[in-house]
């Protein structure tokens, strides 16, 4: 699976929509976008997923760029539940499952 | 949403003991499930691939014979820690594959601390 690159940490104002980038530039045609985050001292919750299209669910959005060597996770308007270390991985979406977690970004929501 | 519980959500044990941690899919039926572990400020890991009916794939590093893995039904995973150290102590956390149509989505527990004595 490709590798992907994130910022250690961001902050953003609560209300406000917090933008989370990630890098995947050696990202091939068969692999897709997936984005999970982990509330402290619990397991990972599945946010979002996607190829090429962006897409958008309940709980965020996923902006692909059109060559996909990068792709933003938009949480609209954050709140302080929001907090939590957010993970970007790049997998293909075959039969062997495996998630390969990197350090993420830890976003804080401040009041 | 699919659901996946943990028994139990945290253990304290003596150095020495055996501990043995659950992992249920509880609205859905889960061939594979996965176990991971997480140190302090530190990433998942993953430990193993449970599937049902089979023996578990472990990865590089992770002890089989210290780690047990049973995945007996579809719905129930359990991970027994055997003769457990104080450098086993981290949080460990399951998941469980959900493949249904063009479903095909990992869910995960809320996870089991341990601390070893």
């Known amino acids: 699976d490709a590798k992907t690159t994130q910022p250690t940490s961001m902050d953003c104002a609560e209300g406000r929509a917090a933008n989370l980038p990630c890098n995947h530039s050696t990202i091939s045609g068969n692999e897709y976008v997936y984005w999970y985050r982990q509330i402290h001292s619990q397991g990972p919750q599945y946010i979002i997923h996607g190829l090429k299209n962006n897409e958008t669910n309940e709980m965020a959005s996923l902006i692909i760029t059109e060559d996909r060597k990068s792709s933003t996770l938009i949480l609209p308007h954050a709140t302080l539940r929001d907090t939590a270390v957010y993970y970007c991985?790049?997998?293909?979406?075959?039969?062997?499952?495996?998630?390969?977690f990197g350090k993420g970004t830890l976003l804080t929501v401040n009041p | 949403g699919a659901v996946v519980s943990q028994h139990p959500s945290w253990v304290i044990c003596k150095s020495g003991t055996s501990v043995k941690i659950e992992c249920r899919s509880l609205d859905f039926q889960a061939t594979t499930m996965f176990w991971y572990r997480q140190f302090p400020k530190q990433s998942l890991m993953l430990m193993a691939t449970s599937n049902e009916g089979s023996k578990a794939t472990y990865e590089q590093g992770v002890e089989k014979d210290k780690f047990l893995i049973n995945h007996a039904s579809l719905t129930l995973s359990t991970l027994t820690v055997t003769s457990a150290h104080p450098e086993d102590s981290s949080f460990y956390i399951c998941?469980?594959?959900?493949?249904?149509?063009?479903?095909?989505?990992?869910?995960f527990g809320p996870g089991t601390r341990l601390t070893v004595l």
């Open positions: 998941s469980a594959r959900i493949l249904a149509g063009v479903l095909n989505e990992q869910f």
């Open positions: 991985i790049v997998r293909v979406a075959g039969s062997n499952y495996k998630l390969t």
